[in-house]
């Protein structure tokens, strides 16, 4: 599996254990809620039993107007829901930032208070309290994460993010389940079936392939895609169109296959970045020539010196190596590197 490939599966795992980990994290210690002092209880009080779920402590709204301060003003609430539609922002990451600027030694409940007084003192009325039911909700489903499993192996990574999306439809409306979850929901499902798109159009022309897959990225990004598009990174779109030109340069000469990733690489960075790419690709290309040389004249060293002590062995190696890298430096650096695979190839054993 190349390494495009791997970020794209990355994507949809990283989207199963988001919500999972968060719970994990901001759990209290069991040993906490047995405590008669516990300080969990006044927040709980206010968090877990107003049938609006909107009362705050006072103390919390005092004290958020101190914890929670920005170097401009924040978002309107019309702004907030306009960007999570776009994907411009992303409501659990705007959550977790809330989450990081709480007191020291809060806890889970005192950390949710102070955030939900933010919310109270910097919004009013229906916004507020829509903001509000929104976080309330999220904790709830937080907690219900934590009875699903996502190393289960009698699932796919695809199944058990099905079971996600259904658990969180059972706290969410349609409406604030795709502001919270909706570009998540649009990535995992995109990397999930981007080897059967890759799969489909694997024989066909290499521009019509790019163009087929822009317009499912825009398909299953939707009212996303444009967010999406300005956030990647220029490398990520280079090594995209490589990807879906290489069945067509594999059946080019050397000469024409370089000439057209030249081209390509120049399109995207420039004449200068492209020269840097190449000085980069050359040396890494004589970095392998001389490791495949080094791997064969060991080979044949260890055939013709059969008998040598291990000292005199790793000496004479350290030699060769010096001498075909270049520098002890290299040399080291390969020995360590050797040392390395060996270890994990015993530690798979």
């Known amino acids: 599996m190349n390494v495009k490939n791997l970020r794209y599966l990355s994507y949809g795992i990283g989207a199963l254990l988001l919500a999972y980990i968060a719970f994990r994290y901001f759990s209290p210690n069991p040993m906490d809620t047995t405590n008669e002092d516990n300080p969990n209880d006044k927040a709980e009080s206010y968090f877990r039993t107003q049938s609006d779920g909107f009362s705050v402590d006072p103390f919390y709204l005092e004290s958020a107007k101190t914890i929670f301060s920005a170097d401009g003003q924040f978002l309107r609430f019309d702004e907030i829901l306009a960007r999570a ?36 003192n910097e919004y009013g009325g229906d916004d507020a309290k829509r903001l509000v039911s929104m976080l309330s ?109 290489q069945n067509e340069l594999s059946k080019l000469s050397s000469t024409e296959r370089e000439a057209k990733e030249k081209e390509v690489r120049i399109r995207y960075f420039g004449k200068d970045g492209n020269d840097r790419m190449e000085k980069v690709l050359k040396e890494m290309k004589e970095e392998e020539e001389k490791i495949s040389k080094l791997e064969t004249e060991e080979k044949t060293f260890l055939k013709n010196n059969p008998n040598l002590s291990n000292s005199e062995r790793e000496k004479k190696l350290m030699e060769l190596r010096v001498q075909t890298l270049g520098s002890k430096e290299l040399a080291e650096e390969y020995s360590r590197r050797l040392e390395y695979e060996k270890t994990l190839k015993n530690s798979e054993n």
């Open 137 to 245: 909700n999220y904790l709830k489903y937080e907690e219900a994460m934590v009875h699903l499993d996502p190393s289960s192996k009698s699932y796919t990574n695809q199944e058990r993010y099905e079971q996600i999306k259904q658990l969180r439809r059972k706290y969410f409306a349609k409406e604030d389940a795709e502001l919270i979850f909706g570009l998540e929901e649009a990535t995992a499902d995109f990397s999930f079936n981007r080897k059967n798109f890759l799969d489909e159009t694997k024989n066909i022309k290499a521009e019509e392939r790019i163009r087929l897959y822009e317009d499912y990225r825009k398909k299953s990004f939707g009212t996303f895609y444009d967010a999406v598009a300005a956030r990647e990174p220029k490398f990520d779109k280079f090594e995209t169109e490589m990807d879906l030109r």
């Open 85 to 120: 539609k776009s994907g411009e922002l992303n409501l659990i990451s705007e959550l977790w930032s809330l989450r990081r600027q709480c007191p020291e030694g809060s806890t889970r409940e005192q950390c949710h208070e102070y955030i939900k007084a933010f919310i109270q």
